[in-house]
């Protein structure tokens, strides 16, 4: 049997968010990433205000989150830093970074493939860092993004 890849490529929800202004961070405590400009939305999913991808087609999606944090002197520096991409409030896929002398700035990356059913199931990034005192930051732009696409129907 022959199927035409024209028919099922490109036909699902796809969308890409970044974070659009610098999130403080307080030290040990997890904080879900504020990612709340849209590039692109194809089907409306992304909720900018809880900060979260919420399709409304069942099936198996491909989902990448990053995040660059720094720490502004006379704060940190990071001694740890970890990145969670969640599912319905509970962790699917983490990354995590730590450093015994401390780092000035980091960048995460996490990246998985998982069923969604189309009508409850949400997606969301959740951050921790920890600094030797004072508070760390997301950094704005491209590198603190979340992006989301149909891969395959069930």
Do not use: C, H, W
Not at 55 to 61: I, K, L
Not at 74 to 98: D, F, M, W
Not at 121 to 126: G, K, P, T
């Amino acid at each position: 049997m022959s199927v035409s890849l024209s028919n099922l490529l490109g036909q699902g929800p796809a969308v890409r968010a970044y974070l659009s202004a610098n999130q403080t961070l307080t030290s040990a405590a997890y904080t879900v990433l504020q990612v709340n400009t849209v590039d692109f939305d194809t089907n409306s999913n992304y909720n900018t205000s809880l900060y979260r991808f919420q399709p409304t087609v069942a099936g198996y999606y491909s989902a990448t989150g990053s995040v660059s944090l720094t720490y502004l002197v006379p704060n940190g520096p990071i001694t740890a830093a970890l990145l969670y991409l969640r599912k319905n409030g509970n962790v699917i896929e983490y990354s995590e970074v730590s450093a015994t002398n401390g780092m000035g700035a980091t960048a995460l990356t996490v990246s998985t493939l998982i069923n969604m059913n189309g009508t409850s199931d949400y997606f969301d990034l959740q951050v921790y860092s920890q600094v030797g005192f004072g508070t760390s930051y997301a950094v704005a732009g491209e590198s603190s993004n979340f992006t989301s696409f149909l891969a395959r129907l069930p």
